[in-house]
């Protein structure tokens, strides 16, 4: 079975990106990402109301990173500190070698590539050092623009599911995306 350790904090670089750890510091930023409507249209979690669901947001990213079940990354400007969106690796399945990956880039960062350079990072750390041999996405099927950014990376629709997710009252589709390790 997969064996994983983020020990120590791999923080990762792209071109223009650093993908560093989450903080605390980064509170405000979470919160205007989570908080956001138009940013949190398509993903199914509450909406945060408070800089303290930020941080306790933050924290269940650490614990899960402490206790090696999924891993996240601040999503900065190379010349900045200031966190524009996350990335990071969820639900992972050690016994299937296979983890789910997800992303939230603030809007005043869109239409820039932004989300496709961290995920082709992502996707590297994913195949190499964590040993993954399938990568996931799963996507609200309306969210056209996410979808473009999956399969410009190489990853492949494998399912839509009518109505199996139960949020807000509202049964809602879900699209699986993935791409297998093929090197």
Known sequence: MLQINFAPFPDLETQRLSLRRITPEDANEVFALRSNKDTMKYIPRPIAKTLADALEHIA???ATIDKNEGI???????????????????????????????????????NRGYISEALKKVIAYGFGPMKLHSIEAVIDPNNTI??????KNGFIKEAHFIENHFYNDHFLDTAIYSLLNKS
């Open 60 to 62: 269940t990213m650490d």
């Open 72 to 110: 996240n990354w601040a999503i900065t400007l190379k010349d900045s500190t200031t966190l524009i969106g996350m990335i990071g690796h969820y639900r992972i399945q050690p016994q299937n070698y296979r983890a789910e990956v997800g992303y939230i880039l603030h809007p005043d960062h869109h």
């Open 146 to 151: 996410s979808e473009k950014v999956l399969l």
